[in-house]
């Protein structure tokens, strides 16, 4: 066997993947851009719908935003409609609950002794 080996290569690799040219579409596959793109094309269609809604669309629509000024008459509005309890429909059955202070809030507590 004669030294030094000569050897010939069969086939050349390519290491490296040629980059690919900008495409803008390859922007669109971004999920941030996605989004953005929906929070933006909702903010200029929702007034849109608002102004075709018909007018007893528009009244339920306020009271439902009126229940979610105030969180406990929300609250009880959707646990009566769950039980069944009440059947007004009107909201004006809102019984404020009155709770005593608390220590931590400034409130003063009275201590009891032992009980025998």
Do not use: C, W
């Not at 040219?21 to 903010?43: A, E, Q, R, V, Y």
């Not at 059955?93 to 009155?98: A, F, G, L, M, T």
């Amino acid at each position: 066997m004669p030294h030094p080996l000569e050897l010939t290569a069969h086939a050349s690799y390519e290491y490296y993947e040629k980059r690919q040219g900008f495409s803008i579409f390859s922007i669109f596959k971004n999920p941030m851009i996605l989004m953005m793109l929906f929070t933006g094309g909702m903010l200029f269609l929702m007034p849109k719908m608002m102004e075709d809604m018909d007018p007893e669309q528009k009244e339920m629509m306020q009271k439902q935003m009126e229940f979610q000024q105030d969180p406990s008459k929300m609250l009880s509005s959707m646990l009566k409609g769950l039980t069944g309890a009440g059947d007004d429909d009107e909201g004006d059955s809102y019984v404020p609950i009155e709770r005593k202070p608390s220590a931590k809030a400034g409130g003063k507590t009275v201590r009891r002794g032992k009980r025998d």
